[in-house]
T-cell receptor
């Protein structure tokens, strides 16, 4: 498949600190990107999206940054809370296609 | 508004049997995607249906098949189950299936265990 994961990186953050989760995407033709949160036993939950004509987009406590030059996406979570503990992964959508290519994810652990 | 619903939540089958998984998309969504999420792996694309037609399939054998009904709900069938088919099967729906910047909305999945 297009998304192969051999290791799930973990990010441990103190409660109240900011979290930054990174994603390197694969297709330079991708023009739409999505961040998902997946809690244990649940399906992925949409967090925020961004189109390639933007560099930054903000939501509630979350900010997504897009650097097309180096094909990099990041998700910033402000004032991280215990409920933010989950696996986060990005998805890219190559322009004009049906495809959604998913990253393998990063596990966020919030320390009390 | 109800989200994507999948049934059953859990399914236990033995090797060689067939499994049928069901999905109801968000009302108004015509596209349904199926993904396999095995332990330690990311989401692997299985099938995409839009307007009742199979539009594309991922790199899976033909024993993985499905269909989409006139009400846009969908069914995934896995024949001749193998142990490595054990995974979480996720269904997602979107408003359009043409890649026009529409996010996928996922259900909570069916956990298939093959023994």
């Amino acid at each position: 498949g297009e998304s192969v994961g051999l290791h799930l990186p973990t990010l441990s953050v103190q409660e109240g600190d900011n979290s930054i989760i990174n994603c390197a995407y694969s297709n330079s033709a991708s023009d739409y990107f999505i961040w998902y949160k997946q809690e244990s036993g649940k399906g992925p939950q949409f967090i925020i999206d961004i189109r390639s004509n933007m560099d930054k987009r903000q939501g509630q406590r979350v900010t997504v940054l897009l650097n097309k030059t180096v094909k990099h996406l990041s998700l910033q979570i402000a004032a991280t809370q215990p409920g933010d503990s989950a696996v986060y992964f990005c998805a890219e959508n190559p322009s004009g296609t049906y495809k959604y290519i998913f990253g393998t994810g990063t596990r966020l652990k919030v320390l009390a | 508004e109800a989200g994507v619903t999948q049934s059953p939540t859990h399914l236990i089958k033995t090797r060689g049997q067939q499994a049928t998984l069901r999905c109801s998309p968000i009302s108004g969504h015509t596209s349904v995607y199926w993904y396999q999420q095995a332990l330690g792996l990311g989401l692997q694309f299985l099938l995409w249906y839009d307007e009742g037609e199979e539009r594309n399939r991922g790199n899976f054998p033909p024993r993985f098949s499905g269909r989409q009904f006139p009400n846009y709900s969908s069914e995934l069938n896995v024949n001749a189950l193998e142990l490595e088919d054990s995974a979480l099967y996720l269904c997602a729906s979107s408003l359009r299936g043409t890649g026009f910047n529409s996010p996928l909305h996922f259900g909570n999945g069916t956990r298939l265990t093959v023994t």
